[in-house]
């Protein structure tokens, strides 16, 4: 499904490494493709986003645990939706992760001076916004599992009102500088301690760090800069997939206030129930019922699989309690490595009200020597084999 590179080879570290081990590993790659220190390179570019995607996943212990069980797939690569971390941009990148850089480009923050027309100051001081998640359930047949399949969803959510952009102001002329930090975006305190005055440096609460406040809101949004709306979404679900596991679609979550991030659209996978296979892990388990003649003679039969009907051959004194192994016929495993088998449990159906002829003729059978139980015929037990299959 996914073309993405291994996070632990993008940062160059093993799948045991620690916190701190993770940090680093990424500041040494961030710098190495910094921006400034390759300008106009899409490669370098490309790298940097990518060290950056991967450090957002494995600085965090949920992400990294979804991560390394389901690969891509479990943490919204597999939907092809872009950066994991909800759609983040060059600038949403240096928001988060700016401290990382240290003092290594100049002490300019993230040193984001020279690239996109950012500089560090302003950097620090904007607030970006960002939409809510949304969550679903999606429920997936046994064969849609088997394969992979693409759902399109229709999802209520907020967009960004088309009417201003998702700008929230009526128009261009519709701003004014902010009376509380004088267009600076950032608010100053000074506070007496017992060590004397302390300064400290903050984004404008009244302005988000804009420095500009909408005097003339959008009609239709009412200055929010979203509106309640629907969207069709198309959702590329991996094979092998589980109940209860969770896909995260990157930036398909409710539109932010007045511009900004987009949340996620958080996918919960239900399995619906088959009417006659049972899912163990990657193996499926189907309960065969043969009569006394074909367990005894043996006989052709047909079995259910996700695909359709196959057919198996019983073997002449089939005893109840056999395992009949198909290889391949389960389900995959979500990063590709091998498929389950689907396990045949022999039952031998005994019937409850026999006609007289038959049980004259039942009478006859029991009292051959070759139908009398020989409990030393089979070396294990049912309750062993199936402890075999299932350890």
Same mark, same amino acid.
């Given at each position: ?32 493709? =910094? ?12 790298? %940097? ?22 690969? =891509? ?9 872009? %950066? ?33 027309? %950012? ?28 394969? $992979? ?17 998702? /700008? ?15 267009? /600076? $975006? ?118 259910? /699989? ?75 037990? %049912? ?9």
């Amino acid at each position: 499904m996914s073309t993405k590179r291994d996070y632990y080879e993008v940062l160059g570290i093993s799948k045991s490494a620690s916190q701190d081990e993770i940090k680093k590993a990424y500041r040494k790659q961030a710098i190495k493709y =910094h921006p400034d220190k390759n300008p106009g390179d899409k490669e370098a570019e490309n790298k %940097f986003k990518e060290a950056a995607e991967a450090y957002e996943v494995l600085r965090d212990p949920d992400k990294r645990s979804r991560y390394d069980r389901f690969g =891509h797939a479990g943490v919204g690569g597999a939907a092809g939706n872009g %950066f994991s971390g909800g759609g983040m941009t060059m600038e949403d990148i240096f928001e988060n992760f700016g401290d990382i850089f240290g003092s290594a480009f100049g002490g300019s923050f993230g040193g984001f001076s020279g690239f996109g027309g %950012f500089s560090g100051s302003r950097q620090r001081s904007r607030r970006v916004n960002k939409g809510s998640n949304l969550r679903i359930k999606v429920t997936l047949s046994l064969k849609d599992i088997a394969h $992979g399949v693409t759902k399109k969803l229709k999802v209520n959510k907020y967009v960004a009102c088309d009417a201003c952009n998702g /700008t929230g102001a009526k128009d261009a002329s519709s701003y004014s500088t902010c009376s509380t930090c004088r267009g /600076t $975006g950032q608010v100053t305190k000074v506070s007496n301690t017992f060590l004397g005055q302390m300064q400290t440096t903050s984004t404008c609460p009244a302005c988000g760090g804009e420095g500009k406040v909408i005097t003339n809101k959008c009609t239709k949004c009412h200055g929010e800069g979203i509106v309640k709306g629907t969207e069709v979404i198309s959702i590329d679900i991996p094979a092998g997939v589980g109940e209860g596991m969770q896909l995260n679609v990157s930036g398909k979550g409710n539109a932010a206030r007045r511009g900004g991030v987009n949340g996620d659209l958080i996918v919960l996978i239900q399995e619906e129930k088959h009417p006659e296979l049972v899912r163990d892990g990657h193996d499926l388990i189907y309960g065969l019922y043969l009569n006394f003649a074909q367990a005894s003679l043996g006989d052709t039969v047909h079995v259910p /699989t996700v695909d359709g009907k196959v057919k198996i051959k019983i073997e002449p004194g089939t005893q109840p309690g056999k395992i009949l192994r198909l290889r391949g016929k389960g389900l995959p495993e979500i990063n590709g490595y091998g498929k389950g088998d689907l396990l045949v449990n022999i039952n031998v159906w005994i019937p409850k009200d026999l006609s007289k002829e038959e049980q004259k003729i039942v009478e006859q059978l029991g009292n051959s020597e070759n139908f009398k139980p020989n409990p030393n015929a089979n070396d294990k037990t %049912f309750f062993e084999k199936m402890k075999n299959i299932f350890e």
